[in-house]
């Protein structure tokens, strides 16, 4: 008997990768690292000011599956936190869907064949207080997400 895929970790996770991909860095323009913390991107012959880094949490399966990412937001050359608070805002922008009646978006659930099986609903649950900085002067904050979807 196999796994069915909405309790699927490789699915989820190619799921989020496939949202963010797509909603950040595709359309905003913005470098993202999945699980790997505090390394900031290279690109030959461009210097990175700005990218997220996103984590991703365990599973815990059942009919009503949960999991969390904790996506970190990294900025360099930003000593007021301005591109900090823009680039947390977005992210929470994207998790945000206010003609929704319940105000959150619907992260599509794929399988390993990219045909969607359904959806997780994320909410935000915890953020951090105030912006840290690196060593090497990079800014940073961060913020959990939880997510939540049916499954088998």
């Given at each position: 008997m196999a796994l069915d895929p909405?309790?699927?970790?490789?699915?989820?996770?190619?799921?989020?990768?496939?949202?963010?991909?797509?909603?950040?860095?595709?359309?905003e323009g913005i470098d993202i690292d999945f699980d790997?913390?505090?390394?900031?991107?290279?690109?030959?012959?461009?210097?990175?000011?700005?990218?997220?880094?996103?984590k991703f949490g365990n599973i815990e399966g059942g009919t009503l599956s949960?999991?969390?990412i904790i996506v970190y937001f990294f900025t360099r050359s930003?000593?007021?936190?301005?591109?900090?608070?823009?680039?947390?805002?977005?992210?929470?922008?994207?998790?945000t869907d206010l003609n929704a009646t319940d105000g959150h978006t619907r992260i599509p659930l794929?399988?390993?064949t990219w045909n969607q099986?359904?959806?997780?609903?994320?909410?935000?649950?915890?953020?951090?207080?105030?912006?840290g900085i690196l060593k090497d002067g990079t800014n940073f904050k961060w913020m959990r997400?939880?997510?939540?979807?049916?499954?088998?």
């Open positions: 909405t309790l699927s970790e490789a699915c989820l996770k190619n799921s989020i990768k496939k949202f963010f991909v797509d909603n950040i860095f595709t359309a790997v913390q505090y390394v900031q991107p290279e690109e030959i012959g461009v210097e990175v000011d700005k990218w997220i880094s996103i949960r999991s969390h930003d000593s007021e936190g301005v591109d900090l608070s823009i680039l947390r805002d977005m992210i929470l922008d994207k998790v794929f399988d390993l099986i359904g959806g997780m609903i994320p909410t935000l649950s915890v953020e951090s207080d105030e912006a997400i939880n997510l939540a979807w049916g499954a088998k």
